[in-house]
T-cell receptor
Framework: KAGVTQTPRYLIKTRGQQVTLSCSPI?????VSWYQQTPGQGLQFLFE???????NKGNFPGRFSGRQFSNSRSEMNVSTLELGDSALYLC??????????????FGPGTRLTVL | AQTVTQSQPEMSVQEAETVTLSCTYD???????LFWYKQPPSRQMILVIR??????QNATENRFSVNFQKAAKSFSLKISDSQLGDTAMYFC????????????FGAGTQVVVTP
């Protein structure tokens, strides 16, 4: 079974631009979570989508948004980029079976650099 | 809110020896799950082991085992017979059914295995 894929793997943008990152979950996985990883703040939860609905959201400004499509693929968008948005963005998918907590499987990440 | 604390920024161990990583957490929830993830230099997050809070028996996966002390809110990872491929950042993570799709991560412990 193919793992979680993320595209693009690397991005360089300038301040004020916007960016869209894509995540394709493992086949059959319906939940997609997004995380931001930086040296200073570590791994921080952005949001989670299940059946095209955002079920959970972390403490990030409204410039960070996401969505999920009917095939469970997800995108996240960051508008008006700031230097501090430079990070590794990780996507993770899980089965999300009710009555159990399913482990998350991570993609390789998208490295975003904001100049 | 849950917090996860890893107090050891870095640990060094020789091949074939054993190393133990510590993790403590704080929560008021009763139904939760704990995980150890490994992030090698490739930055790919890999699940090492998981523990359900309702299970008293400590989880084991080959050379990896945990010591779960629920009352003390402690969740340590023991790596036995260390191998060079174990060199990575190790993250302790907390998840609960009250917060779908969100993992709360510790700051990580860098493990370096030397020949």
């Amino acid at each position: 079974k193919a793992g979680v894929t993320q595209t693009p793997r690397y991005l360089i943008k300038t301040r004020g631009q916007q960016v869209t990152l894509s995540c394709s979950p493992i086949s059959g996985h319906r939940s997609v979570s997004w995380y931001q990883q930086t040296p200073g703040q570590g791994l921080q939860f952005l949001f989670e989508y299940f059946s095209e609905t955002q079920r959970n959201k972390g403490n990030f400004p409204g410039r960070f948004s996401g969505r999920q499509f009917s095939n469970s693929r997800s995108e996240m968008n960051v508008s008006t980029l700031e230097l501090g948005d430079s990070a590794l963005y990780l996507c993770a998918s899980s089965l999300a079976v009710i009555s159990s907590y399913n482990e998350q499987f991570f993609g390789p990440g998208t490295r975003l650099t904001v100049l | 809110a849950q917090t996860v604390t890893q107090s050891q920024p870095e640990m060094s161990v020789q091949e074939a020896e054993t190393v133990t990583l510590s993790c403590t957490y704080d929560t008021s929830e009763s139904n939760y799950y704990l995980f150890w993830y490994k992030q090698p230099p490739s930055r790919q997050m890999i699940l090492v082991i998981r523990q359900e809070a309702y299970k008293q028996q400590n989880a084991t996966e080959n050379r990896f085992s945990v010591n779960f002390q629920k009352a003390a809110k402690s969740f340590s990872l023991k790596i036995s017979d260390s191998q060079l491929g174990d060199t990575a950042m190790y993250f302790c993570a907390f998840g609960s059914t009250d917060s779908w799709g969100k993992l709360q991560f510790g700051a990580g412990t860098q493990v370096v295995v030397t020949p």
